[in-house]
Every structure is written in C-alpha cells, then in structure tokens.
Nanobody, 121 residues
Framework: QVQLAESGGGLVQPGGSLRLSCTAS????????MQWYRQAPGKQRELTAF???????DYADSVKGRFSISRDNAEKTVYLQMNSLRPEDTAMYYC???????????????WGQGTQVTVSS
C-alpha cells in the first residue's frame, strides 16, 4: 500500500523558518509530480508549490521568493523550505504525489495526512 507521510510542521514566530518533508512508502515503481497544498481554517485547499519528476518547479504567488520546493528521488522525499513565515501562512500542509506501480502503467494520485504549521508570536 502506497502512503505519503509528512513531517516538520510546528509553531514558529513570524519571520521564522520551517522545513517540511514528505516521504513516500510502499511498493511502487516511480513518482511523477509532487506537490504541496495548504488549507487554512474556513478556506479552500490551495496549491502552494509543485515539482516535476525532472525538477521543474513553480509556486503560488503568495509564497514566491519565500518558499522553496525540492525533491530527493532516491529517498522518495519532497521538501518544502519555508522562510520569512507570516501569520497568513498558518494552515494544514498536505503532500500530494502521482505514483505509478508499473513501468507502463498510469499514475494514481495520493495524499498525505497533513502537518500543521502555525505562525504566531
């Protein structure tokens, strides 16, 4: 069974930094696009950043210049480095990935359980 597990969330003061990690486990062959979403209380879940299998990345305008996404394919892990955090970054952060179990097979989309990030003084 394929699973995504996030870690690294917590409470941080405004201007601080956190690094989120998400590791895929289980039996599978390859990982395609990996993404971070976030959902603040009372708001819709929004795409924060994504990185393709080839390393191409993009960000929501609200986090550009502050957040950086990266991946380690050997470790089956995607990271989100978050700097200059603001109270409005407070949200549950979710990992999302397209994973394929066979070389010729299609990808299936998976979600992690989420990790809470709270930015407050």
């Amino acid at each position: 069974q394929v699973q995504l597990a996030e870690s690294g969330g917590g409470l941080v003061q405004p201007g601080g930094s956190l690094r989120l990690s998400c590791t895929a486990s289980g039996t599978f062959l390859k990982i395609g696009i990996m993404q971070w979403y976030r959902q603040a209380p009372g708001k819709q879940r929004e795409l924060t950043a994504f990185i393709t299998a080839g390393g191409g990345a993009d960000y929501a305008d609200s986090v550009k210049g502050r957040f950086s996404i990266s991946r380690d394919n050997a470790e089956k892990t995607v990271y989100l480095q978050m700097n200059s955090l603001r109270p409005e970054d407070t949200a549950m952060y979710y990992c999302n990935a397209d994973i394929s179990k066979t070389e010729a097979g299609g990808y299936r989309n998976y979600w992690g359980q989420g990790t809470q990030v709270t930015v407050s003084s």
